[in-house]
C-alpha cells in the first residue's frame, strides 16, 4: 500500500456499529493492513466494553471511543477520567452541556495523566448538531432558531472556549467552522454517503470526496462499509476517493 494510501486511511474513522464483539472482530480482520481510524460507539461498547477497547489499542488502531457523553460537570469529569485512563486516541462529548460541562471533561483527562504518565492527552471533541437533524426538526422539535449552520457554528465556537480539540458536525458546516475557528481546530464528519449509498437516517450528507474538499479531517463511515457485500472493497474505494479529492 502507497503511503498516499495510507495518509488517507488515517483520516477514515470506521464506525464499528454491531451488536455483538465478533462481528466487529470479523470486520477486522476483513481490513487487515489497512492503518484507518476505528469508532467504537455505544452500541459495542455496552456489550464489549474497555476490554475490546485494549485489543484495538494492542491490534495497533487508533481508537474513536464515541459514547457522547451530556451530564452535569462533575459526571462528565469523572467519565473523561475513566475513558483516558483507556488509552483512546479520541472521544467526545455533547456540546450541548455548556462551557463547563466541556472544560470538565479536559479536567478529568488531565488529572487521569497527571495520575500515570505514560498516557497521552486524547482528542476531545463535542457533538454540535447531529447529523440526522435537519432544520425543521432544530427549529420546531429541538426548538433552536436560525440555521442548521449557524447553530452548528455557535456550538463550535462555545467548544474552542471550553479549551476543546474540534467538533463532531457534518461535513456541510467544516467551511464556516474552520473560518470562525481556525484550521487547527478538528473537524470530524460522519454523513458521509458514497454516490448511490443509502441516506438512511442522515439528514446532511455529502460523498468522502465532497467531505474532503470541504477541508475535514476525519470522515466517519459506518453503514456504507458495514453493510457493503465486500466492506473491504468499499472501504478502499472510499480511500481512493479520499485520495484524489
Ligand atoms: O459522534 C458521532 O460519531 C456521530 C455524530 C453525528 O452527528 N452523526 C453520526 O452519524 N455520528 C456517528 O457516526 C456514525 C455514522 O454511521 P453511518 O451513518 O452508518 O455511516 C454512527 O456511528 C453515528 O453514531
Do not use: W
Request: net charge negative; aromatic share 4%.
Amino acid at each position: 500500500m502507497t503511503s498516499s494510501f495510507n495518509q488517507a486511511a488515517g483520516r477514515l474513522m470506521v464506525a464499528l456499529d454491531y451488536p455483538a464483539v465478533d462481528e466487529a472482530r470479523n470486520l477486522i480482520k476483513s481490513l487487515e493492513d489497512i492503518p484507518c481510524y476505528m469508532k467504537i460507539g455505544m452500541q459495542l461498547y455496552y456489550t464489549a466494553g474497555p476490554d475490546f477497547v485494549r485489543e484495538l489499542k494492542n491490534l495497533g488502531y487508533s481508537v474513536f471511543l464515541d459514547l457522547k457523553m451530556h451530564d452535569i460537570p462533575n459526571t462528565v469529569k469523572g467519565g473523561a477520567n475513566s475513558i483516558t485512563r483507556l488509552g483512546v486516541d479520541m472521544f467526545n462529548v455533547h456540546a450541548a452541556g455548556g462551557l463547563k460541562m466541556m472544560s470538565a471533561a479536559r479536567e478529568g483527562a488531565r488529572e487521569a495523566l497527571e495520575a500515570n504518565s505514560s498516557l497521552k492527552m486524547p482528542l476531545i471533541i463535542a457533538v454540535t448538531q447531529l447529523t440526522s437533524t435537519n432544520q425543521g426538526m432544530l427549529n420546531e422539535e429541538i426548538g433552536i432558531p436560525g440555521t442548521v449552520e449557524d447553530a452548528v457554528v455557535s456550538y463550535a465556537e462555545l467548544t474552542k472556549k471550553a479549551g476543546l480539540d474540534g467538533v463532531v458536525a457534518s461535513p456541510l458546516e467544516v467551511k464556516s467552522i474552520k473560518e470562525r475557528c481556525g484550521l487547527h481546530f478538528q473537524t470530524v464528519t460522519p454523513g458521509i454517503r458514497p454516490k448511490g449509498s443509502a441516506a438512511g437516517d442522515q439528514s446532511r450528507t455529502l460523498t468522502p470526496g465532497e467531505a474532503m474538499r470541504q477541508g475535514t479531517d476525519f470522515i466517519v463511515v459506518g453503514r456504507p462499509i458495514t453493510a457493503a457485500p465486500s466492506p473491504r472493497e468499499a472501504l478502499e474505494q472510499i480511500i481512493e476517493e479520499m485520495k484524489l479529492s
